[in-house]
């Protein structure tokens, strides 16, 4: 059983300002609980339901601070799914201290302005399917430990770091190292026939509002998802996340080529 | 002001059930109405505020069957939409007869049971910016209609076809004609080095599930999304909407090379 106490801290937990004060986040679902387990994630609480946590290895255990056993109308009421699976975990925020310099030397995400949750979740998931290891986020984007982008990025958290910090710092530093910065815009030179490289910064912004006005100045290479020549003028463009895919597919296309 | 029958009647519009009976469907949102009008859809039944109202031509106004005024309170009950806009609109099915035969002469998707409205929108949504014009949807994928595939879609459904049918059939149809089928799976020829076509039928599974065991003796070019060689194993692989956009993407591609 959870004390009141505890789930109404569990459910505090959904707001960023006492995940920044606390230093901790939530995870849930039992493929995400026990994912993070194997990868050796220190878990501060696990909150799930006997079967889940009797099915658990001593070993794995181990690595968890506290047990606490609830019933599914339990885990219902500090859940933020609609139909809770059989476990939630309270997870340590990783210290990360951004070495611009160093992440610049492969290749890095900079997004811009990105407030939707689903969209920063995909965005990391095809991050870490396409090789990509750091992801650098505006102030103003959405925060990666809110439940709904954990929960979109389906353990790919586990694999990608995501660092908040002043995009014009890194896009300057960027043009002071001779670094390439690719902008993806509406218009701009086609990706398909850019040459991309495998170091820099790949800048995504807001749907609708686009790359900022500041950070336009240090893009150095325009870059854009061309339609095809059938489709319909004026159709909506990709969203955020789709771009994103298809950007670091032909990131990695051209790369794995050039290394052949 | 709106008659309580005709609140109840748009609300019941949410059940495939009534949409198929009434042959109708809605759509929401300023941007989406206005879309629809433009491109000359008719409109059976608009439901707005006053200001969207007048803010119309004449012109447009004569392809509407009906104008409701309302408040935004009324339109909050009707809609589906957590915060609605100022506009909703009834607009007739359109009728689609499947002519697969046709449809097989230029690149035509095939989805395998794609149950989230969302995924299906945003295919659809890469669908029309990739210049593909045909979806064949298995039966038990999720209707196009239902508000969320229409809302996820930002307006891509005027633009793309969407059917229902037995992959099966189409898919002996396409072996029939000696017409290739590339299937997306987890295990295949990288679709960077795979000769990609410009006709044939992409088919693409549930994300859980894959595709149907009785349609994978279809398939003549198995194809996948290599991962980073740097990914970490176990991730989880792209979802159906993601993948979608850098399958359709790469398709596009090679085509526009060899038309070059």
Known sequence: MISKNKARFIISLQKKKVRDEEGLYIIE??????????????????????????????????????????????????????????ALAVIPIPERILNAGTLLESLCVALDFVQDPGNLGTIIRAAAWFGIKNIICSHDCVDVYNPKVVQASMGAILHVNVYYADLINIAALAREQKIPVYGTLLEGESIYR?????????????????ISEEIMPFIT??????????????????????????VFSEFLRQISIINK
């Open 221 to 246: 290479h325009k870059i854009m998802i061309p339609p095809a020549a059938s489709a319909k003028p004026g159709i909506d463009s990709l969203n955020v996340s789709m771009a994103a895919s298809v």
């Open 29 to 86: 679902g039992d493929k995400l609980v026990r994912e993070f387990m194997f990868a050796k994630v220190p878990v501060k609480t696990l909150i799930a339901k006997k079967e889940f946590i009797s099915s658990l290895s001593p070993l794995l255990k181990e690595c968890i601070g506290e047990i606490v056993d609830v019933s599914y109308e339990e885990l219902k009421q500090i859940s933020t799914l609609k139909t809770p699976h059989n």
């Open 194 to 210: 850019e040459k991309l490289g495998d170091k820099g910064l790949i800048l995504m912004g807001n749907e609708s509002r686009g």
